[in-house]
């Protein structure tokens, strides 16, 4: 988002003029930013046979997984029903992966018969696999590292304690399972964390689970999960990619070197491809003064946008109402629901007055898809602006959507 002309747009659309067509509160995702990134990783990792696959849980809109598959990148879900969208969406069963947590045994079932790569997390799922599919259908192992990294310890999963992953000290086992079943065990994953600013904590990974791979003989991916950071405000450290690729790259091929056969490298990105593609606009409800300090109420909230108030998280804002105004009065930005979901607090932005609009930044991951219909409120719509192109890829939902499945029983 700039300013051009004396107002805020992306890709050269007004934001406020989006705004007053769609309404809001309006999620609206830059298609050429989501473009810009998944291009940005694989020139980061252009020495070897690298495939992304989006995790789509950040952002699950049918239309952005379409987007992801123009671009050439494959996916990642994390139940049937996101492998169900997937499909819709027209990746190849070949393109998805199924990374399950602790799931029941029939969705494993459903992923197979999907033909659909499944990628399993404990030992007990692993020998009902082995009983069911033998040697018949390849298969994923998720390790956990025991490697700490992540931006909170909510986010975090590759640790010790994390409920995340076969526990890498659980090689034996693995090794015994796999040779009772004859299993055709294709490829090893790992998910460290989530907001991971250090590349360090990605090589030290790297060592783990390369030393832990050699003990596997017919492997072709290596599956390193996500958790890149991006930045949240000007100046933000993030992971630096091109470093990162650099040293992976050069890890990976020793490795390969090592195993005696190139294997396919595999990253999950969520955050790092769409997070920064994404705005939230709300409309200002009130201006309330308090003793201490002046609140913005906005016409959206936890319900819409989650991130703030479960991990702390800072999401940038900007009043897009004055876009010539100098930046010089502190606000606290809040929502509009029943709980304190403060959006952002002590933020400089432009004086604002009860109407304006104000934009929320990197919204574009885990925002839509961790949305409620806490107080009876509903969605917002969803907006992809591609190529310059504006299209509406979610109606915002009525009252039919919160009513859809209840039922007003006689007494
Ligand atoms: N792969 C696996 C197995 C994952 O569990 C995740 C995220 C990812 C990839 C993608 O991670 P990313 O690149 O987006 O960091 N709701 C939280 C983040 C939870 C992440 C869950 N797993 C947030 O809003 O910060």
Redesign the pocket.
Known sequence: MTVENGQFVIQNQSVLALCEEFGTPLYVYDGDKIEEKANALKDAFKGVKMKIKY?C??NTNISILKLMHTLGVDI?VVSPQEMAVALKAGFNPSQITY?SSGVSFDEIEVSINNDVLANIDNLPTLIKFGEKYGNSVPVLIRIRPNVEGG?NLK?S?GHKESKFGIAIEYKEQILEIAKKYNLNIVGIHQ?TG??IKDGKTFVEVARVIFDFAMSFPDLKYIDF????KVAYKDGDSVTDMVDLGEKISASFQDFCKKYGRELELWF?????LVSESGFLFGNVNVVKENPTKTLLGLNTGLNHLI?PMM?D?FHDVVNVSKPNAAVNEVYDVVGYICETDDIAKNRELAKTDEGDIICIKNAG??GFT?ASNYNGRFKPAEILIYKNKVHLIRKRETLVDILANQILVEL
């Open positions: 995790a849980k950040a990642d990374t931006g986010i999963t998910h989530s907001d999960g996500g958790g890149f999950e990105p969520g955050k790092f991130r991990y998280a991951a885990y961790m």
